[in-house]
């Protein structure tokens, strides 16, 4: 156990719709990341979180949005779902995620899949 | 920009045999190299990491030697077991070049151990 929690674990639903995958970081981890893992574009960065803020942005489409509560929690919502999005949605948390991170370790959720019919 | 290059899969293996999975990087700064696996159904879990060069990472039994050289972290195990099998990746972070940890991984390579 990583210590890391994701909600929910499966997701089924239609092309359109939005959805919203929430994450609970490890006690003390202030970087909260998401990864999406699919077939044909393995595991992809999309977006870093700091305390709150937005710290890096990888491939993460316009249709997609990102949050950081105070509580360090974050929820990553999609919307105007296509069928494409149906993948498996990872959340990893780190103690900094900064340059000075060094060998900052990443620890992963065991994920959310979510299916778009 | 960064980028990870794994050995395609499946590697099939009977049970004590040895393995190596092949892993290539590049980067333009000084990264940190892992290995994660992800057993079937769950998340990835980090194996083992080097964070400079000739450093070596190991954990289970696995093994990886960061090569700046080559530009390489092979996985090596001198013996594997049926409870192996998963998928592996190779991964690497350069926050000192990019300003950001975040990982870029390889492909996965998928490794089946039978009895």
């Known amino acids: 156990d990583s210590g890391v929690t994701q909600t929910p674990k499966h997701l089924i639903t239609a092309t359109g719709q939005r959805v919203t995958l929430r994450c609970s970081p490890r006690?003390?981890?202030?970087?909260v990341y998401w990864y999406q893992q699919s077939l044909d574009q393995g595991l992809q960065f999309l977006i870093q979180?700091?305390?709150?803020?937005?710290?890096a942005k990888g491939n993460i489409l316009e249709r997609f949005s990102a949050q950081q509560f105070p509580d360090l929690h974050s929820e990553l919502n999609l919307s105007s779902l296509e069928l494409g999005d149906s993948a498996l949605y990872f959340c990893?948390?780190?103690?900094?995620?900064?340059?000075?991170?060094?060998?900052?370790?990443?620890?992963f959720g065991p994920g959310t899949r979510l299916t778009v019919l | 920009g960064n980028s990870v290059t794994q050995m395609e899969g499946p590697v099939t293996l009977s049970e004590e045999a040895f393995l190596t999975i092949n892993c290539t990087y590049t980067a333009t700064g000084y990264p940190s190299l892992f290995w994660y696996v992800q057993y079937p159904g769950e998340g990835l879990q980090l194996l083992l990491k080097?964070?400079?060069?000739?450093d070596k990472g190991s954990n289970k039994g696995f093994e990886a030697t960061y090569r700046k050289e080559t530009t390489s972290f092979h996985l090596e195990k001198g013996s594997v077991q049926v409870s192996d099998s998963a998928v592996y990746f190779c991964a690497l972070s350069d926050p000192m070049n990019s300003g950001y940890s975040t990982l870029t991984f390889g492909k996965g390579t998928m490794l089946l151990v039978s009895p």
């Open positions: 006690s003390g981890d202030l970087s």
């Open positions: 080097a964070t400079k060069a000739d």
């Open positions: 979180y700091y305390n709150g803020e937005e710290r």
């Open positions: 990893a948390s780190s103690v900094e995620g900064g340059p000075l991170a060094g060998t900052d370790t990443q620890y």
